[in-house]
């Protein structure tokens, strides 16, 4: 694994925009793998800065996401297609058509995780960025998910639910389930850029790099990827110095 350590949370997303934009650059046409939360928002701002600033365009780039609360759909402001749209679709010249994210309202679940399997078996991911948790997950493929897991439907650990409540009026908000991607379905990527900022994910990055391949760990199948970068800051390298 390559690993880059960055002062801050802007030196972060400055080089992890640097992975990105050699894959867009060099293939327009591109099959991103795409992850919410608050880690790639700085990445995303710079993706629109670049767009707007020297014209890469995204028309003919097509998208694939990790993961979905059940339940939610693009009318919920906190769903994950609202935060994609929010954060980058709309502000760069992608055709909402290529963008694809598991549909949180789906009335089969089954049926929907059947359908997006599908999906991204024609879809291999050019890049997949990754976010991690601060127990370890990738997705919301939680401690415990098998290596070889497609995409599920999973009950969200009770630390996501409580991470993630700060986003939401109360925590009795947060979905209690999601529709994710599984660990097969990321390692399928060709190239994997994970990104992790503070001393909350110290321990989490510790077992992302240094710690035993366990699916206690889901990160750190990570491990086993032929190509895979890191980009963290300092506060969250603390425990890989
Ligand atoms: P965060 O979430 O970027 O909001 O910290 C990361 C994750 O849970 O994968």
Excluded: W
Aim: aromatic letters at 6%; hydrophobic letters at 40%.
């Amino acid at each position: 694994m390559k690993v880059i350590v960055c002062k801050d949370y802007d030196e972060m997303s400055a080089k992890a925009f640097e992975v990105m934009a050699e894959v867009v650059k060099n293939n327009p046409k591109a099959i991103l793998g795409l992850a919410t939360g608050s880690t790639p928002i700085g990445l995303y701002k710079k993706m629109i800065e670049d767009h707007e600033k020297n014209g890469t365009s995204y028309k003919d780039i097509k998208t694939v996401n990790l993961d979905e609360y059940a339940g939610l759909d693009y009318s919920s402001d906190q769903s994950y297609v609202y935060f994609m749209r929010h954060n980058l679709f709309d502000h760069v010249d992608i055709d909402l058509k290529n963008t694809n994210i598991e549909n949180g309202k789906a009335a089969d679940r089954q049926a929907e995780c059947k359908r997006y399997n599908e999906l991204l078996e024609k879809m291999q991911q050019d890049i997949q960025v990754l976010g991690i948790g601060s127990n370890g997950h990738i997705a919301f493929n939680e401690p415990g998910t098998p290596f070889g897991s497609v995409t599920h439907i999973v009950d969200l650990a009770e630390s996501t639910i409580k991470d993630n409540s700060r986003m939401f009026a109360s925590i009795d908000e947060v979905p209690r389930q999601a529709f994710t991607m599984g660990l097969k379905n990321i390692m399928n990527a060709k190239k994997i850029l994970i990104l992790a900022n503070g001393k909350n994910k110290a321990k989490a990055v510790y077992g992302l790099v240094k710690g035993e391949v366990t699916e206690n760990v889901p990160a750190s199948v990570l491990q086993l990827h032929p190509d895979c970068t890191l980009v963290v800051d300092e506060a969250a390298a603390e425990l890989i110095k």
